[in-house]
């Protein structure tokens, strides 16, 4: 995971990790070769705030900040300690940045943001965005989106990127100056060209159809994960209520009393362990979370794919139908079925200056459609080649990442049995001692 | 000193090993070594094993070895309770269990008998004991019916708490150094099934028993007056301790549900890997090897709530029925005393009226009736010395039973608070003991899987340095 991969220039986390798995990832962080602007700068989201503020419609509400955190990598290796630079930023802002993204760099399979609303909630987690702990959460999300950006090899150079992590001010107009907004696919566009394109590359289509499973798999796994925690956390939780009777129950006892009592202790350290369990499984979870968002983002690189290369089919066929008027109108032949043809039979021929003028302005429209052909076609090979290299790097980063997550939760696995051993190996003792 | 141990057959004799087997221990391997070691260090403790920790049917002769026993003897009676079979006739139908009994007592003509019962028969026994022992604590039996319908009746699993209760039950009367003489139990263990029947039509008949009853409703509503106060200490216990265990048998019902509800979910969770891992290339092993991580720690939960049904389930369901037995003996002890009392106040009375100044209207009437005064008198005072003198005898047999009763009820006080911490025990720690293997199972599982991801990374790093 980015976090922790950067366990050296983020301070925050406290994960803990064995050494070879500290090495492994030194070792598999994202960080590409060339100069990503992670290798110039450290970057963290350090706090999270709330504040008050007025909103859209001039009503009160209450929302959170998140203190970004930068400084530059060679001041630090210089041995100097620099104070962070740093500014607030609200979620809505990195939403902004993010969109922005995905409109300059369609090609890019975009890092997602950490969920908007709190999914996949079993009875004890909080479905409330101000929840601490949601909060906490949400700062790790960001501070590995920002990671992940900052070390991609196209993403990292990007200016208003740049800006987001280190000027507070006007951040926003500038970015709505670059006019992405108005560079958005719109949805409606993008699902034609779906149904529609004749010859996409099935590659991406093959990518297209594994990005839909990956989709429904992980929020499967996710919903009945949910489920499982839910109930582990019943089980143990009600090993408490043993405490409290064992405890009452030795008062009334001579000979027990001891091993009850102290019975008793372990039971509710039992039940008051499954708490730090499952919050050590929340970011396992997010960790699958945020794969199941990358999947959408994946989606959307085959989707731009199948829109280029629709707008390079049509054009080819506009300019090819443009061609066969041409031929028709130079010859006289009708090849095709044509009103134009009917009527002319109808209705007799057209002038020859009618024709000429017709013809020149054909001509016309055909350099351009050759034109525009062309730059389609290099529109879409570009694409084709820069989306495949993202696309690669992205799988290459998910085996990665996600083999590390079912290690990592194998090893809490690991951990909780462990305690369970040693909570039931104490209970038997003292049970023993009754 | 052991008589018959040795000649007890039991079709499989895997669980408990008796002390004798020790020179074949060097046959062992290692491991099986440590085993058997530990299992051998808490029989030598002498108070841990009860029927309620097997559930092997087969070794449940074995285990009637070990039970507790206080006077240092070995056992000289075995019986078990099992092959339930279903019974159809016209009008019922009905479950009945073989019970086998092996013994060299000699007050029983042969050393083996089998028989089977039906659940009447065994509640007909309690009865019997504890009519002839009324302060005598009686192992509950398991209950009648099921709330929930007739059809549960003939549930496997209902058969099979209820066969074990039942097979507990009879070990515990031939634990007990009175009721085991009882003849009733003996005719219980030996009878033929016509023979039971006949003999459950002698002894006091209805009317007698129902004068008894009303006797007992009448002292009840009595009260008594002077009850020693460690009965009531007792009295005390008891009812505090009802509480608690009801407590924990429903604690522990509840565990169980929440453990199966688990294992519902767990059951559904691992297949959501597998069918991650058919998407997949290089995730794929991995993604399967969670699934079946995820399986095998579901068989282990299976396992684990199994033997929490089994072994600790039962257990504290029995003391819930416990504490209601210890109330009724203790109502039964407050009834002897509280007769003794009556009869007391009633010599009393006599007492007085005999001593009264004849000034009365007995001697008015008599005068009038022609008789002599002095005559009377005398006449009326003899009558009253011969009831006193009934009374007096009748109050030293009560004045007997109620001491018989509350020495009986002393001495089977202690006993039952030691089988009971003996029960509960080894209840709990069989249950802290599995619980511990099943998360050392699950740890094994998990652990395995970690290492064979452990021994892969070498070659990816490789991969990712190469440029």
């Known amino acids: ?434 | 000193m052991s008589r018959t141990i040795d000649a007890v057959v039991s079709p499989t004799q895997t669980n408990t090993i008796p002390a004798d087997i020790s020179g074949q221990m060097l046959d062992l391997d290692e491991d099986d070594d440590l085993e058997v070691f530990s299992k051998d260090s808490t029989l030598a403790d002498g108070n841990m094993f009860n029927a309620s920790m097997q559930t092997s049917p087969g070794s449940m002769v074995n285990q009637c070895k070990f039970e507790e026993d206080e006077e240092g003897d070995s056992k000289d009676i075995f019986i078990t309770v099992d092959n339930p079979e279903s019974h159809v006739t016209a009008i019922e139908t009905f479950i009945t269990y073989r019970v086998l009994t092996k013994t060299t007592r000699s007050e029983f003509d042969n050393s083996e008998y089998e028989v089977r019962r039906r659940y009447q028969d065994f509640l007909w026994l309690k009865g019997k004991l504890e009519e002839a022992h009324s302060t005598l604590i009686v192992h509950p039996l398991p209950e009648k019916f099921v709330v929930k319908g007739m059809v549960e009746r003939f549930n496997g699993d209902f058969i099979a708490t209820r066969r074990k209760a039942l097979h507990k039950f009879l070990n515990r009367i031939a634990d007990h150094p009175i009721l085991s003489c009882s003849e009733d139990f003996k005719v219980f263990l030996s009878a033929q099934a016509w023979e039971l029947t006949t003999y459950k039509k002698q002894g006091p008949g209805f009317l007698s028993r129902m004068g008894e009853t009303v006797r007992a409703v009448a002292n009840s509503v009595r009260g008594v007056k002077n009850r020693p106060e460690e009965f009531t200490a007792i009295q005390e216990y008891v009812e505090d301790f009802s509480n608690k265990i009801s407590c924990l048998d429903k604690v522990t019902q509840r565990i169980v549900k929440e453990q199966k509800e688990y294992l519902e979910e767990l059951k559904e969770y691992g297949p959501t890997y597998t069918l991650w891992s058919g998407s997949e290339e290089e995730l794929a092993e991995q993604l399967k090897g969670v699934a079946g991580c995820i399986e095998r720690c579901c068989k282990e939960t299976e396992e684990q709530v199994g033997h929490l049904s089994d072994t600790l389930v039962p257990v504290l369901h029995e003391y819930v029925l416990c504490a209601e037995t210890l109330k009724a003996v203790l109502r039964r002890r407050d009834n002897i005393q509280a007769e003794f009392e009556a009869k007391n106040e009633t010599l009393a009375t006599k007492k007085v009226d005999r001593d009264a100044e004849s000034s009365d209207l007995g001697f008015v009437w008599g005068s009038l009736l022609g008789k002599n005064p002095e005559e009377a008198r005398h006449q009326r005072q003899e009558r009253l010395d011969g009831e006193i003198e009934e009374l007096k005898e009748e109050i030293d047999k009560l004045e007997d039973r109620v001491e018989w009763a509350n020495n009986a009820l002393k001495g089977d006080w202690g006993r039952w608070q030691r089988s009971m911490r003996g029960d509960l025990k080894s209840a709990f720690f069989s249950t802290a003991e599995k619980n511990v293997d099943y998360y050392e199972k699950c740890l094994a599982v998990w652990e395995t899987f970690l290492l064979s991801q452990r021994t892969e990374p070498s070659e990816e790093t490789d991969r990712d340095n190469t440029p």
């Open chain 1, 1 to 434: 995971m980015a976090d922790a991969g950067n366990k050296e220039s983020a301070p925050i986390g406290g994960d803990e990790f064995t050494n070879t798995e500290l090495e492994n990832n030194k070792n598999n962080t994202m960080v590409e070769e060339g100069s990503t602007l992670l290798r110039r700068m450290e970057i963290s989201v350090a706090e999270a705030e709330k504040r008050t503020g007025k909103n859209t419609v001039n009503m009160q509400e209450i929302f959170t900040v998140y203190l970004i955190e930068t400084r530059p990598i060679d001041a630090i290796t210089e041995g100097h300690n620099p104070a962070p630079d740093s500014l607030w930023r609200r979620y809505s802002e990195f939403e902004i940045l993010r969109n922005y993204l995905l409109v300059t760099y369609p090609f890019i399979v975009v890092p997602p943001l950490p969920e908007k609303r709190a999914e996949f909630v079993w009875h004890k987690l909080s479905a409330d965005n101000m929840d601490p702990d949601f909060v906490e959460r949400r700062r790790i999300g960001l501070e590995n989106f920002l990671l992940r950006v900052a070390s991609h090899s196209v993403l990292s150079n990007d200016k208003i990127l740049y800006h987001f992590l280190t000027e507070e001010h006007r951040w926003k107009e500038v970015v709505y100056e670059t006019g992405f907004q108005a560079k958005a696919d719109s949805r409606i566009k993008a699902l034609s060209a779906t149904f529609r394109v004749k010859n996409p590359d099935k590659r991406f289509t093959e990518m297209k159809h594994y990005s839909d499973e990956l989709q429904s798999l992980t929020s499967q796994l996710l919903r009945v994960r949910a489920r499982v925690a839910d109930r582990i956390y019943g089980v143990y939780k009600v090993h408490g209520n043993y405490g409290r009777v064992f405890s009452e129950w030795s008062a009334l006892e001579k000979e027990m009393g001891d091993g009850l009592q102290s019975a008793g202790h372990h039971m509710d350290a039992y039940a008051a362990s499954v708490d730090d369990i499952l919050e050590e499984e929340e970011r396992y979870a997010d960790q699958l979370k945020e794969y199941l968002f990358y999947a959408e983002a994946l989606r959307a690189v085959c989707r731009k794919h199948e829109l280029t290369q629709y707008e390079l089919e049509t054009a080819s066929s506009d300019l090819i139908s443009k061609k066969q008027q041409r031929e028709e109108l130079a010859t006289g032949m009708v090849r095709t079925f044509s009103f134009k043809g009917m009527t002319n039979k109808l209705f007799g021929q057209e002038t020859p200056e009618q024709r000429e003028a017709k013809l020149s302005l054909l001509e016309e429209q055909i350099v351009q459609g050759e034109e525009t052909v062309t730059e389609k076609t290099v529109e879409c090979e570009e694409y084709v080649k820069g989306a495949w290299v993202d696309m690669q790097r992205f799988k290459e980063q998910k085996d990665r990442d996600l083999r590390e997550a079912l290690i990592g939760y194998a090893v809490m696995q690991i951990s909780m049995c462990k305690k369970g051993i040693q909570v039931w190996t104490n209970a038997k003792e003292c049970f023993h001692k009754m």
